[in-house]
Every structure is written in C-alpha cells, then in structure tokens.
C-alpha cells in the first residue's frame, strides 16, 4: 500500500502557473509509475500526465501537452506537475496516482492507488 498526498493548488490568473507536488509514503516510491488525472466541474475524470519510474519515459493528453511537465524525485518519493499558461479550463480537481505496471499508461483504472486531490482553480 502506498498513501498519497497531494499539495499545490490554489487560485490563479489565467496565463499564470501552479507547481503541484505529491509525496508518497508507504511501499517504495521508484516501484510506481505516477500519474496525475483531474476532474473539472461536471466532468468526468481525465488523464493529464504520466511517468516512469524511472523518470525517463512521460506522457502527457494533448490538452497539456507543451504547457505541463511532469516530474519526479525518487530520493524525496514526490511527483510533480509544472503547470504553465494555464487556461480556465485547467479549472479541476487535480489527483496523483500510483500504478506498479511497468509501462506507463493514460488508464485510471490501471491505477491502483489515489490521493484526496487538490483544487485548482483558473481565473479569467
């Protein structure tokens, strides 16, 4: 089992950006790739970023591509989200995930472990 914890989000202008973190606990961080998902008001739960556990490999929805970067520190066990330009619709509920495949993948449900999420909110 591993816990997860996001932190991170707030209230920003449009064209602004937001560092998110999630520190893991529990079983060893590098076994997991990471991904982080969001769900915006009367939206369904999508995919945002992916990564290795490694690092190496990342993945991102077109949505974000070119303006998000993830990361991850496997010394400190955290993955990170650098949201850049960020857009109203970046409006949501952001969520870290955690899947021990070997691959990394834009599937919620190949995610076996989740954090409580933090709000990011986007003004105009």
């Known amino acids: 089992q591993v816990q997860l914890v996001e932190s991170g989000g707030g209230l920003v202008q449009a064209g602004g950006s937001l560092r998110l973190s999630c520190a893991a606990s529990?079983?060893?961080?590098?076994?997991?790739?990471m991904g982080w998902f969001r769900q915006g008001p009367g939206k369904e739960r999508e995919f945002v970023a992916a990564i290795s556990r490694s690092g190496s490999s990342t993945y991102y929805a077109d949505s974000v591509k070119g303006r998000f970067t993830i990361s991850r520190d496997n010394t400190k066990d955290t993955v990170y989200l650098q949201m850049n330009t960020l857009k109203p619709e970046d409006t949501a509920v952001y969520y870290c995930?955690?899947?021990?495949?070997?691959?990394?993948?834009?599937?919620?449900?190949?995610?076996?472990?989740w954090g409580q999420g933090t709000q990011v909110t986007v003004s105009s």
């Open positions: 529990g079983r060893t961080f590098s076994r997991y790739a």
């Open positions: 995930a955690a899947d021990l495949s070997l691959t990394i993948t834009a599937m919620a449900a190949e995610y076996e472990h």
